[in-house]
């Protein structure tokens, strides 16, 4: 779905990731990270990487099999699966 | 209620190590990021060492151990692996022939990746409980080596996997399991198990590992939060922080222990990061001393976190250990049991960190030649006589006797002693 109201909420995921990444990288500035990039690129290696995943479903109260972000190749993608389960949560 | 659990453990980290700092700079690994891994040492199988040798070596000296009467009271050998060399025939009648056991003693072996070892503990728990057999013994035996390298190909599987080869090891634990639990006495029905179909790491080929480990990390922790919580429901009022004096893991390496550690202890109690370092350092780290010097030994691995935890924790008064055993796949499993003062000192009697001291210090060019000499004895070889000139000096330098495998002839491995 393209609905305003998903862009909304894709946008506000991707803030909340953003918090995420800098709590567990504290060298990384929040307004130079991009979608597209991948958590790898910003420092991040695999155990980060699933920190900052945790941190962002405990802060938008979703519960997630941490294997549903197995294969998850960049921060875009990362939302994605977040913004599903929230579609399917509300 | 009848008391059950660990009467002997041994662990046989190999003849052989590599320094692991030494192989990530010959393999130009990002040593930023490989610090954070917490690896020092692996033990490499030598070509004329494997699951079999490995397995009777851990055994033997608990089966030295035992008076004749003791001996032909183990009725079942059960052997844990993924590295066997043969599909159908089970490891455990090659280590009942070099033990010298009972022939009255049921033979098999239990594949489950890295879950083999507490998969065979468990069955030889519940063989004991069940008293069909009272006073019988079980001898469990968790033994794996990683010999060859990594698939080869590209995609999924194959990517980061270059961290594998550092954290790879070689080596088996042995455990008797009995109505006399000397060593570690089991929590009996305190067991929370949580499997499912996933396709993290896996031995789709012969003397070979593909896996994605970005996937198993993530499995891996989904499958300690959850059988831990089922643990706490068979087990009112266990409490992650408080019920266990140590926690013992399945360590791929350490850096991954130290990151599921925090993740339970933020996730369950918000602790705040020095508080958890410190938490760390005093209830899990004692489980890894021996992880770091002989790598991952996979269905052995959660049995060599624990004797490292009974040969380096502190024992002042009985203390209770909880177990995390993880399989890719997967299959896991939070269990716990009680370590008595007087436990410590008999399981020392084994020397397992001297043995360990005694390793021999392998240069990069001669884990290289390893390598390339451990493709003569490759799955599915027929005849074959292992070169006992290379590397023979490792051979006779441990001063205790040694089992190594002597000829592959028609299939059948023959072994010999060597002092």
């Known amino acids: 779905m393209n609905t305003g109201e998903s862009v909304l909420e894709k946008i506000n995921v991707f803030s909340v990731v953003k918090n995420a990444i800098t709590e567990v990288l504290p060298d990384v500035d929040s307004e130079s990270v991009d979608i597209e990039q991948n958590l790898k690129s910003l420092g991040a290696n695999s155990i980060d990487r699933t920190e900052i995943v945790m941190l962002s479903m405990e802060k938008l109260d979703i519960k997630l099999p941490l294997v549903s972000f197995g294969g998850v190749e960049n921060i875009k993608e990362m939302v994605d699966v977040l913004v599903d389960a929230f579609d399917g949560n509300s | 209620m009848q008391s059950v659990g660990i009467e002997m453990l041994n662990i046989f980290g190999g003849s052989a190590y590599l320094d692991v700092d030494q192989l990530a700079s010959h393999r130009g690994l990002d040593k930023t990021r490989f610090d954070n891994l917490l690896m020092k040492e692996k033990s490499v199988a030598l070509p004329y060492e494997d699951p079999v040798s490995l397995g009777v070596n851990a055994a033997k000296p608990i089966i030295d151990a035992l008076s004749e009467h003791e001996k032909d009271r183990i009725e079942m050998l059960i052997t844990c692996t993924e590295s066997s060399f043969d599909f159908g025939k089970s490891m455990s009648a090659y280590m009942q022939d070099y033990l010298g056991l009972n022939r009255n003693c049921r033979l098999f072996e239990i594949k489950s990746a890295c879950y083999s070892g507490t998969a065979g503990l468990q069955m030889g728990v519940n063989f004991v409980l069940s008293q069909v057999s009272p006073g019988a013994k079980v001898l469990v035996i968790a033994t794996d080596i990683s010999r060859f390298l990594v698939a080869e190909g590209g995609g999924v599987l194959s990517e980061g996997w270059s961290f594998a080869e550092p954290s790879s090891g070689a080596g088996a634990a042995a455990m008797l399991v009995s109505d006399r639990p000397d060593v570690f006495q089991i929590d009996v029905g305190a067991n929370g198990y949580y499997g499912f179909e996933v396709m993290d790491t896996c031995r789709p080929v012969a003397d070979s590992e593909a896996g994605d480990s970005d996937l198993s990390l993530l499995s891996y922790l989904d499958c300690l939060a959850q059988s831990f919580s089922e643990y706490q429901k ?4 266990a409490d992650y922080r408080e019920s266990f004096s140590y926690l013992a893991f399945h360590t791929p390496f350490g850096g991954m222990i130290k990151g599921a550690h925090r993740t339970m202890m933020r996730k369950m109690f918000k602790t705040k990061a020095d508080a958890i370092e410190e ?28 004797a490292s935890i009974i040969g380096n924790g502190m024992f002042d008064s009985p203390k209770r250990i909880g177990c995390f055993s993880y399989g890719s796949g997967c299959c896991s499993e939070f269990f716990s049991g009680v370590v008595m003062p007087e436990s410590q000192a008999r399981m020392k009697t084994f020397g397992i960190t001297e043995k360990l001291n005694q390793r021999y210090r392998l240069s990069m060019d001669e884990y290289d030649a390893v390598i390339e000499k451990s493709a003569t004895v490759r799955f599915g070889t027929r005849n074959v006589k292992p070169d006992i000139g290379f590397m023979s000096g490792v051979r006779e330098s441990m001063g205790f006797p040694r089992l190594f495998l002597k000829e592959i002839k028609e299939y059948h491995r023959l072994y010999e002693w060597v002092q």
């Open chain 2, 234 to 237: 068979r087990v009112p009022g």
């Open chain 2, 279 to 306: 938490d760390f350092d005093e209830r899990v780290f004692p489980g890894l001393v021996y992880c770091q010097r002989v790598g991952n030994i996979m269905g052995a691995t959660t049995a060599l976190s624990l």
